[in-house]
């Protein structure tokens, strides 16, 4: 990462701080978390094309979408490949039967088992890919609760933390998937006051503060502060005090015992420029001689979209948030945003999008998200993404 952009993302962390605070209706920290069922009663268009988006559509129960490919090809799939037959962390074995939740359905999708050691949940051996229908290993060997569910849930926190015994910590949430308040902060003030108390609308925030709230999640990130529960470093970051949750537009991650997290690209000192062997972050970006003349590292993972999108040009200049080219819902009277024809608003037939985006970063076996460097002199090849939106079929027939 370049002095500039260094120095760009420092003076964004102050002026952040001073946009948080600026506002007291918006920092009320008192307020509580009251699910996106609740905000479904007055904000009724925004809720019904939420529940339509993968947002709301993370962790489900298996009678509600376990993927019919998935299911009908549970013992062997047609290329040969075993499906899942045991926990990753117990190994001990595991039927379809024993499934409590389907995690993901567009690009792979995964399967959760109980571990009894914790109480908590724990990752089957082997996860499904949408694309090629297959049956490929998986090998999280940490609890779900633990290590993915601060981005795959709202309002998560941890109830109590014990650095010499990771294993008996507790969490909680407010409710699966990434709800309405995971974006807008928690509602209870705003829904008591019948609306006259604002929540944070990212819409109507600065650019970098509402792409920030999009970063907690889409970013590859190391964690040494707090450990999961089979005492690794976890791949996400729990707000820093016990008993608090993560709320949009009033915290800024970022700053967030920055000496215990590992976070390429976005804090001082940990460029991505250079690799991180022995951890997450390994090979996470690409580092070649391509890159370091660009001056551009795509990802090589998934979820790293943030870390990409503060490279670009988009970014550095305040031109775009990340709201500007993706819905997490439609508004009354408009229609959700194609991210794929955006492009054309501004260039028009300039720049090909599957060019300048092209499939980089690997989220299953030759399967891959488009890269968000928006790099306009880009040519790498890329390979196969997941492009169908259609709501795939189920196994158990609604």
Known sequence: MRTSNALAIAAAVAAFAVGCTSDPKMSESAATFVGSEK???????????????????????????????????????????AGPTKGNIDGKAAAMTDVVY??????????????????NLQFMDKQWNTVHRQWEPYGQKNDWETQCA???ATGYRLTSYDPANPATQKVAMSEHNTGCESCHGPGSAHAANLGKRP?????????????LV????????????????????REDQPHPVIGQS?????????????????????????PLSK???DTDLNNAFYTDEKAQKWGSHDARKHHEEYQEYIQSAHYKNNLLSCSDCHSPHALKGKAAIEPMKTCAGCHGTTYDPNKIMPGLASTAANLFVRSHTFNKNQDRPGGPTATSKAEPAHYYAK
């Open 150 to 152: 601060t981005c795959h």
């Open 214 to 233: 999009c970063g907690y999640c889409h970013v590859r990130k190391e964690n040494s502060n707090f450990k999961t529960a089979q005492n690794h470093p």
């Open 102 to 119: 389907v995690v993901g359905s567009r690009w792979k999708q995964r399967y959760l088992v109980k571990n009894p050691a914790t109480g």
């Open 275 to 277: 690799n991180y062997p």
């Open 199 to 211: 929540m944070f609308n990212p819409a109507k925030a600065t650019k970098e503060q509402s792409s």
């Open 246 to 270: 993560y709320k949009a537009g009033q915290d800024d991650w970022r700053t967030w015992y920055p000496d215990k997290m590992l976070i390429p690209g976005v804090l001082p000192g940990q």
């Open 39 to 81: 905000c479904g009663g007055c904000h009724v268009d925004e809720y019904k094309t939420w529940k339509d988006t993968l947002h709301a559509k993370m962790i489900r129960t298996p009678r509600e979408a376990l993927l019919k490919d998935a299911g009908d090809n549970w013992a062997k799939d047609g290329k040969g490949n």
